[in-house]
């Protein structure tokens, strides 16, 4: 590897010390090295990006970087981490094995979603963990019609619903109740979330199908107010009448593996945390 870029959280790193360690040590080994939070522009060919931060930083980067397919390995310095590879103890380590090549790729699927709007109006969105519709406004339930390929297949009652990657079992689908899934596997999991059924659970489909979720009216004829969210960022307000429809994106995000371990040997450590 010659060129690497940092994609840093201030908020985790506010000092910029690690940032800074991990710039001098690369720069020491001849590397090039650029940093997402200077006045330059950052977005280009590299080698390999270091997201300093946790699991939600990793999820912004690989949406603001998706188009230029760079390979992502992240420093933890939030709390579980289960997408970040490296821990501050063995960074340099870490970095002598990326700059002489001793990792594993590992690519993982992502979701695109595209709203439809009243007076034809569209809007689009990316999400490498899941895209989570919920209640945008007064504290209600809320009802949605879901179809698959067109055909419908049930309606919830339902604090919202969680459109998921695989990446996306161990987040907001895990506390929902839904299914833990091998993160490089491939498929699309729907997970309500407090469904006010007694027989509702998660529903595993194909990474093929095309799902879509229509907002229709609310009881006693109300309007229902909703939100898509994409990796808990960018959001989507949608009303009775609209609905959106996702699918697996064309792009995917590449992650670099350092340890050869199982993610069942991961998972277990993170759950006796």
Known sequence: MKHFLIYTNRHKDRDMSVTGRIRSYLEEKGQRVSVNTEGVDWKEA???MIVLGGDGTVLRAARETRELNIPIIGVNLGTLGYMTEIEPDNLEEALDRLIRGDYERESRMMLYGRAFLKGNGTEEGWALNDIVISRKGPLQIIRFDIYVNGQFL???CADGMI???PTGSTGYNLSAGGPLVEPGA?????TPICPHTLNQRSIILSPEDMIEIRIPQGSEGCVQT???SFD???????????GIRI???EKVTEFLRLNRV?????LHGKMAE
């Open 46 to 48: 590299a080698d390999c």
């Open 247 to 249: 699918v697996q994106s």
């Open 232 to 242: 808990g960022g960018h959001g989507i307000p949608l009303r009775t009448g609209e």
């Open 226 to 228: 909703v939100e898509a």
């Open 262 to 266: 199982s993610f069942l040997e991961v």
């Open 186 to 190: 491939r498929l699309i999991m729907l």
């Open 154 to 156: 049930n309606d919830y």
């Open 163 to 165: 459109v998921t990657t």
